[in-house]
């Protein structure tokens, strides 16, 4: 069975200070795994893709995340926040074995002060 | 390339009715889903379609159906609408094993 826990349902960052976002998955086979962001009342962007090649992602906008098996963790982090950065953001594992079923994490709610 | 597009972008029903939602996938995209999303919450998986047949379905009842044209564009019906369907509803294509490629959704309130 596939299952993600997003740690935090919401995070407050200044301009300019990093993102952390914790994202922990549970898969019964290798897992694929992808950060989207959502802006208000917007469909879901693809920031970034985990598919079992090399464990550290970039992704667009500055957004990387590290895929650490032994920890079962993908967290999303970028090194200085824009007020743009203000979204949810979720975490998402499928199979790697079959893209068919995409399951969500709840989502995190990142809030940027200026 | 064109992305998905969802039609309408809003839309407002009465408890009981039934409703209609279209997505065109992306070009190239043979794949449609649908995911329900509630206020505060996380995209729900509805189902899938693959060349026309569903090939998947998470935990939403028969009153939730769908439909895939040779198109790949796809529909979503809802009969016997209740007031806790009112949700962003998405539609994401993708070819092969590509990720998720997602609409702006469909807002739909029950009344």
């Known amino acids: 069975a596939q299952s993600v826990t997003q740690l935090d349902s919401h995070v407050s960052v200044s301009e300019g200070t990093p993102v952390l976002l914790r994202c922990n998955y549970s898969s019964s086979y290798s897992p694929s795994l992808f950060w989207y962001v959502q802006h208000p009342n917007k469909g879901l962007q693809l920031l970034l893709k985990?598919?079992?090649?090399?464990?550290l992602v970039k992704g667009i906008n500055g957004f990387e995340a590290e895929f650490k098996k032994s920890e079962t963790s993908f967290h999303l982090t970028k090194p200085s926040a824009h007020m743009s950065d203000a979204a949810e953001y979720f975490c998402?594992?499928?199979?790697?074995?079959?893209?068919?079923?995409?399951?969500f994490g709840s989502g995190t709610k990142l809030n940027v002060k200026p | 390339e064109t992305g998905v597009t969802q039609s309408p972008t809003h839309l407002i029903k009465t408890r009981g009715q039934q409703v209609t939602l279209r997505c065109s996938s992306q070009s190239g995209h043979n794949t449609v889903s649908w995911y329900q999303q509630a206020l505060g919450q996380g995209p729900q998986f509805i189902f899938q379609y693959y060349r026309e047949e569903e090939n998947g379905r998470g935990n939403f009842p028969p009153r939730f159906s769908g439909l895939q044209f040779p198109n790949y564009s796809s529909e979503l019906n809802v009969n016997a609408l209740e007031l806790d369907d009112s949700a962003l509803y998405l539609c994401?294509?993708?070819?092969?094993?590509?990720?998720?490629?997602f609409g702006n959704g469909t807002r739909l309130t029950v009344t």
């Open positions: 994401a294509s993708k070819g092969g094993n590509s990720p998720l490629h």
């Open positions: 998402v594992v499928t199979p790697v074995y079959n893209f068919n079923k995409f399951y």
């Open positions: 985990y598919t079992s090649a090399a464990t």
